[in-house]
């Protein structure tokens, strides 16, 4: 296959996350997690707005709230706030505060999120501080308009990919510290998820070699995009036989997730990250065409 990788325009950031392909606003959303801005690349325009969110360091997602074209839902911290940003101005603000977790655990924050199909909020922690791998303070979480939330697994290190099957009733996660992809079953009445299982394993010889997978996202055949933080690869993978169909070469080595967009949804996003004085291009947000798949728009969080 003959796919084609090509930069986004003003789309660096030392620690590019959580990318969310806006189909009204034909605009892709992230995040520069450790620097707290959002980003905003405009499809028709060719070009990147950003903007700093008053008093924070970190913004660990965006997603935008149903109904209210300029509110966001963001991670800062341990809280889940709203954050009021015309995609145009360089600065926003945060206007109020849903709920915060783990305020016992002062050296954890937020980082992956998504909205389900039904627009459910699903979450992560971290510990950010120190040793992710030995200190497994992490949880997964679910909160939905009206409720309260709620804990879908503990004992998590790096809280990272989420993505959702509507078709196969599953839901799939990652936790990079397991070096695996894990499959569930889905109830998208409720949004309980149900009989974990192990569905693409990237242990390498040891760990000093195993491959960390960071976000991901679904394509409308079912087949899963796993990037990897060291690995310059997007594993294309077949959920059902565990057998990865393509890999995708980033000129980069820090992929740290992807997300479909444009008019047609065939166009693969990805944001990477320049941690550990890694060189240029590195912090580059990508654009993959010719990949002959489509994907599924961003789901906007209910409130």
Same mark, same amino acid.
């Given at each position: 296959m003959s796919y084609k990788v090509e930069p986004l325009p003003d789309s660096y950031a030392g620690l590019g996350e959580g990318p969310h392909w806006d189909v009204a606003r034909q605009s892709l959303y992230f995040v520069d997690?450790?620097?707290?801005?959002?980003?905003?690349?405009?499809y028709r325009q060719n070009k990147t707005y950003r903007t700093q969110i008053e008093g924070e360091t970190f913004a660990t997602f965006v997603?935008?709230?149903?109904?209210?074209?300029?509110?966001?839902?963001?991670?800062?911290?341990?809280?889940?706030?709203?954050?009021?940003?015309?995609?145009v101005s360089p600065v926003a603000k945060v206007v109020r505060t849903l709920f915060e977790v783990q305020s016992d655990f002062k050296e954890n924050r937020l980082n992956?999120?998504?909205?389900?199909?039904k627009g459910r909020l699903f979450f992560g922690t971290m510990r950010y501080v120190g040793d992710e791998f030995t200190h497994r303070h992490g949880e997964l979480y679910r909160w939905?308009?009206?409720?309260?939330?709620?804990?879908?697994?503990?004992d998590v290190g790096i809280?990272?990919?989420?993505?959702?099957?509507?078709?196969?009733?599953?839901?799939?996660?990652?936790?990079?510290?397991?070096?695996e992809v894990k499959s569930y079953d889905y109830d998208f009445k409720t949004g309980?998820?149900?009989?974990?299982?192990?569905?693409y394993n990237l242990r390498k010889d040891s760990p000093k070699t195993h491959i960390l997978p960071d976000g991901m996202t679904i394509d409308t055949e079912g087949n899963l995009y796993v990037a990897t933080f060291n690995g310059s690869t997007i594993y294309k993978v077949n959920p059902n036989t565990g057998e990865c169909l393509l890999e995708i070469k980033l000129p980069t %080595?820090?992929?740290?997730?992807? @997300?479909? $967009?444009? !008019?047609?949804?065939?166009?693969?996003?990805?944001?990477?990250?320049?941690?550990?004085?890694?060189?240029?291009?590195?912090?580059?947000?990508? %654009?993959?065409?010719?990949?002959? @798949?489509? $994907?599924? !728009?961003?789901?906007?969080?209910?409130?």
């Amino acid at each position: 296959m003959s796919y084609k990788v090509e930069p986004l325009p003003d789309s660096y950031a030392g620690l590019g996350e959580g990318p969310h392909w806006d189909v009204a606003r034909q605009s892709l959303y992230f995040v520069d997690l450790e620097a707290g801005c959002l980003l905003r690349y405009d499809y028709r325009q060719n070009k990147t707005y950003r903007t700093q969110i008053e008093g924070e360091t970190f913004a660990t997602f965006v997603l935008p709230v149903e109904g209210n074209d300029q509110e966001f839902a963001v991670g800062c911290g341990r809280r889940v706030v709203i954050v009021n940003w015309d995609g145009v101005s360089p600065v926003a603000k945060v206007v109020r505060t849903l709920f915060e977790v783990q305020s016992d655990f002062k050296e954890n924050r937020l980082n992956d999120a998504k909205a389900d199909p039904k627009g459910r909020l699903f979450f992560g922690t971290m510990r950010y501080v120190g040793d992710e791998f030995t200190h497994r303070h992490g949880e997964l979480y679910r909160w939905e308009a009206g409720g309260n939330v709620t804990v879908v697994k503990s004992d998590v290190g790096i809280s990272n990919g989420l993505a959702w099957d509507e078709k196969a009733n599953k839901f799939y996660y990652i936790d990079t510290t397991d070096y695996e992809v894990k499959s569930y079953d889905y109830d998208f009445k409720t949004g309980v998820a149900s009989n974990p299982k192990v569905i693409y394993n990237l242990r390498k010889d040891s760990p000093k070699t195993h491959i960390l997978p960071d976000g991901m996202t679904i394509d409308t055949e079912g087949n899963l995009y796993v990037a990897t933080f060291n690995g310059s690869t997007i594993y294309k993978v077949n959920p059902n036989t565990g057998e990865c169909l393509l890999e995708i070469k980033l000129p980069t %080595k820090q992929i740290t997730s992807v @997300a479909f $967009g444009g !008019p047609n949804l065939d166009i693969l996003y990805v944001t990477t990250a320049s941690k550990f004085d890694q060189p240029a291009p590195a912090g580059t947000t990508y %654009k993959v065409t010719g990949l002959n @798949a489509k $994907g599924y !728009p961003g789901v906007n969080l209910k409130l």
